[in-house]
C-alpha cells in the first residue's frame, strides 16, 4: 500500500496583508510515486498551496495558520533548508532560478553547498544533465539557452538532489508549443524512471494531460473542489462553471450533444475511443455547422520590405516581406527565439533594423521612436515591466504629459480611455490595488491614450485563467472593432485559432508563413518546423474520419465565437 507523503487537514492560510484567509479547511493527501495536477481559476489558492508546501509560506511570506500540514514528516512552519531535503520547486520564470555562470554550475548548486566532492558533483552533473537531454550545453551560459532548455537545466538543478517530490509551479507559462509537450514529455519520463511524487500547478489542462496524470485536485475559493480522476472531471461542468478552459476536443464532443461521460479515454485525445454512432454524431454536427466567412483584403497599413535585424554580428531576422492590413487582427508564433519580439521591437524602432517599412504606403524607415508611438503602441507581456507611476491616472496620463499636451486635454483624453478600457471606477485607485489582469489593461490604456492605429501585444494572455483570457480578449476584440489593428505574440494555438485572421510563422531567421489559423494548425510540416502544436481538433477529425480538417476547426471556431456571443 502507497504511503502518503504530503498530509494536510483542516488547513488554512491567512496573509497578514489580508483579512480573510486564501487557503480554507484545506484537506488533501498525496501519496508516494503519484503524479497529481492542481488547477484553478486566478486567485483561487493553488500557488500558495504551493508555497506551503515548499516553505515559501510562512518563511518568507507571513500569515496565520490553522490546521495541519506534513510535508514528508515535516511539520508545516519547518525551514525552508529542511524542506528543500523532500520538496523541490521548478519557478514558472526559469531566469529566476538559476545562480550558475554556466549551466554545469547552475546544475551543481545544491552540491556545492552540501559539500559533495569534485569528482562525485561531476558525475551528477553529468548523469542529469544527459538524463534531461542538456547534456550538450553544459559550458554554455544559461541565459543564451531557450525556453525549453532553461526548463531542462532547472529540472536537472533540482533533481540532483534527488528530492522525493517534485514541484513544478506553471512549467508550461513561457514555453512554445513544442517545447510545452516536451517538457510534459520529460516530467513524465523522470516521474517513471526516479519514482518521485510530482506535483503540477498548470492552466493549460489539455497540454499536461498529453502525458497521464494520477488525479487533478481543483482548488477554487482557497477550497478543494474536486480530487479525482481527469475522465470524471471531464464528463462534469466543473471547469466551464470555475473559469476554466476544457480541452477543445472535449468541447467539440459536447457541442455535438455527445455524453462524454460514455467516451473511452476521455482524458487522452491519442488515446481517445469513439463508437461508430458517436462518430456519426459528430459528423452530423460537423456538417451542420458552416463558417462562410473569408479573409477580406482592406486598406495597407504597414508593409516591411526586406526588412532584417542582427544583433551584432549574429542575424535574427533576414528579408523579411509582409503587410498588415486596417483592422485585421494578426498573430505572431513560432518556437522560443524565433525572433517574434525582436521583429516587433524593430518595427517600433526600439532596436535597429535595416530594410524599408512603410505607413499607408509612406517610407517612416527614418522616424525615430516617438514618431512611431503615435502610429505603434507596444504593450509587454508583464505589466509591472510598463508602469512606473503609482496611480492609474498618472500612469495613463504619462505619455500625453510627456509631449506637453495641455491638462485639461490629458483630462479628457485620459478619463475617456478608462472608460473604453473599464477603468474608470478606478480612475483614483493606486496601482497596487489592481489585480495582475487590470494591470495589462492600465497598459493598454497608456497606450491607446495615445491614439495609435496599430497595437502590438507580446504573450497578452500569458499567465491568465481561461475566465480572465476571455475577458481580455474580447476587449481587445472590442477595441479591433472601434478601429485598432492588432498584432499578438502568442504560444497559445487557441488565441491564435479564435482570436486571429491570419497568422504569420517565424522560424530558420525568416516568415516561414503567413496563412488562416485553422491552415497553419493542420499543416504538419510547418507545425514541425516552427516548434508549433498540432491542434487537438486535428487529431478529433482525423479519429472520426473527417477529410477536411481545416474547414472542421474553422466550423468549430466560428461556432463557439457565435456561442460567447449569445451568452454575451
Same mark, same amino acid.
Given at each position: ?18 483579512? @480573510? ?55 508545516? !512552519? ?11 520547486? /521548478?519557478? %514558472? ?6 545562480? !550558475? ?52 537545466? &532547472?529540472?536537472?538543478? /533540482?533533481?540532483? *538532489? ?8 506553471? $512549467?508550461?507559462?513561457?514555453?512554445? $508549443? ?64 470555475? !473559469?476554466?478552459? @476544457? ?11 455527445? *455524453? /462524454?461521460?460514455?467516451?473511452? @479515454?476521455? =482524458?487522452?485525445?491519442?488515446?481517445? #475511443?469513439?463508437?461508430?454512432? #458517436?462518430?456519426? %454524431?459528430? +459528423? ?24 532584417? /535585424? ?20 494578426? &498573430?505572431?508564433? !513560432? ?27 509612406? *517610407?517612416? &524607415?527614418?522616424?525615430?521612436?516617438? @514618431? ?29 504629459? +510627456? ?77 479591433? =472593432? ?34 488562416? $489559423? ?46 460567447? *456571443?449569445?451568452?454575451?
Amino acid at each position: 500500500m502507497q504511503e502518503k507523503i504530503i498530509e494536510i487537514e483542516n488547513f488554512s492560510f491567512r496573509y497578514n496583508s489580508q483579512s @480573510e484567509p486564501t487557503l480554507k479547511n484545506i484537506n488533501l493527501d498525496i501519496f508516494e510515486g503519484e503524479k497529481i495536477l492542481i488547477i484553478g481559476p486566478s486567485g483561487s489558492g493553488k500557488s500558495t498551496l504551493g508555497q506551503a508546501l515548499n516553505g515559501i509560506i510562512p518563511n518568507l511570506h507571513k500569515g496565520e495558520s490553522k490546521g495541519k500540514l506534513l510535508v514528508n514528516s515535516l511539520p508545516f !512552519g519547518s525551514s525552508i533548508f529542511d524542506l528543500s531535503k523532500s520538496i523541490s520547486t /521548478v519557478l %514558472q520564470d526559469t531566469d529566476d532560478q538559476f545562480i !550558475g555562470l554556466t549551466v554545469a554550475e547552475d546544475i551543481a548548486f545544491a552540491l556545492e553547498n552540501d559539500e559533495v566532492g569534485q569528482e562525485e558533483m561531476q558525475k551528477a552533473v553529468k548523469f542529469w544533465a544527459n538524463t534531461v537531454e542538456i547534456g550538450n550545453y553544459l559550458n554554455k551560459k544559461p541565459q543564451e539557452l531557450s525556453g525549453g532548455q532553461k526548463q531542462r537545466v &532547472s529540472l536537472a538543478g /533540482v533533481l540532483i *538532489d534527488e528530492s522525493p517530490i517534485l514541484l513544478f509551479d506553471e $512549467p508550461l507559462a513561457n514555453l512554445d $508549443p513544442k517545447s510545452g509537450r516536451d517538457t510534459i514529455e520529460l516530467i513524465d519520463k523522470i516521474h517513471k524512471e526516479t519514482k518521485a511524487t510530482c506535483i503540477i500547478i498548470e492552466h493549460r489542462l489539455e497540454d499536461v494531460l498529453h502525458a497521464d496524470i494520477d488525479r487533478i485536485v481543483l482548488i477554487s475559493d482557497g477550497q478543494v473542489l474536486y480530487n479525482d480522476s481527469a475522465e470524471k472531471l471531464l464528463s462534469s461542468h466543473l471547469l466551464q462553471e470555475n !473559469g476554466l478552459r @476544457e480541452p477543445l476536443y472535449v468541447s467539440a464532443l459536447k457541442y455535438a450533444g455527445l *455524453d /462524454v461521460s460514455n467516451v473511452k @479515454e476521455i =482524458a487522452n485525445i491519442n488515446k481517445l #475511443q469513439l463508437t461508430e454512432d #458517436q462518430k456519426k %454524431q459528430l +459528423l452530423t454536427w460537423s456538417n451542420e455547422i458552416k463558417n462562410t466567412s473569408q479573409l477580406t483584403k482592406k486598406d495597407e497599413l504597414l508593409r516591411l520590405t526586406d526588412f532584417s /535585424v542582427s544583433y551584432g554580428n549574429d542575424s535574427i531576422l533576414e528579408n523579411i516581406n509582409l503587410t498588415v492590413d486596417s483592422g485585421q487582427r494578426v &498573430s505572431i508564433v !513560432g518556437q522560443n527565439g524565433a525572433g517574434k519580439s525582436t521583429l516587433v521591437k524593430a518595427i517600433c524602432n526600439f532596436i535597429s533594423s535595416q530594410g524599408k517599412i512603410y505607413w499607408k504606403g509612406q *517610407d517612416i &524607415s527614418d522616424e525615430n521612436i516617438a @514618431e512611431r508611438a503615435s502610429k505603434i503602441g507596444f504593450v509587454m507581456q508583464n505589466p509591472n515591466h510598463m508602469i512606473s507611476q503609482s496611480m492609474i491616472f498618472d500612469e495613463v496620463a504619462l505619455g500625453l504629459r +510627456l509631449r506637453n499636451v495641455d491638462e485639461d486635454t490629458v483630462k479628457s483624453r485620459v478619463e475617456e480611455t478608462l472608460k473604453t478600457c473599464g477603468l474608470y471606477e478606478f480612475r483614483n485607485w493606486p496601482i497596487s490595488a489592481l489585480s495582475y489582469g487590470q494591470k495589462k489593461r492600465v497598459t493598454i490604456a497608456s497606450i491607446l491614450v495615445l491614439e495609435p492605429e496599430l497595437i502590438i501585444l507580446d504573450e497578452p494572455t500569458a499567465g491568465q485563467d481561461f475566465k480572465h483570457y476571455s475577458e481580455f480578449m474580447d476587449f481587445l476584440d472590442q477595441l479591433n =472593432a472601434n478601429g485598432n489593428t492588432i498584432i499578438s505574440i502568442t504560444h497559445d494555438m487557441h488565441q491564435m485559432m479564435e482570436y486571429s485572421d491570419r497568422t504569420l510563422v517565424l522560424g530558420n531567421k525568416t516568415l516561414l508563413a503567413d496563412k488562416l $489559423p485553422a491552415d497553419v494548425l493542420t499543416n504538419e510540416e510547418l507545425i514541425k518546423e516552427a516548434h508549433l502544436k498540432k491542434t487537438s481538433l486535428f487529431s478529433l477529425a482525423q479519429n472520426v474520419g473527417i477529410k477536411d480538417e481545416e474547414a472542421f476547426i474553422a466550423n468549430f471556431i466560428k461556432y463557439e465565437q457565435e456561442r460567447r *456571443d449569445i451568452n454575451e
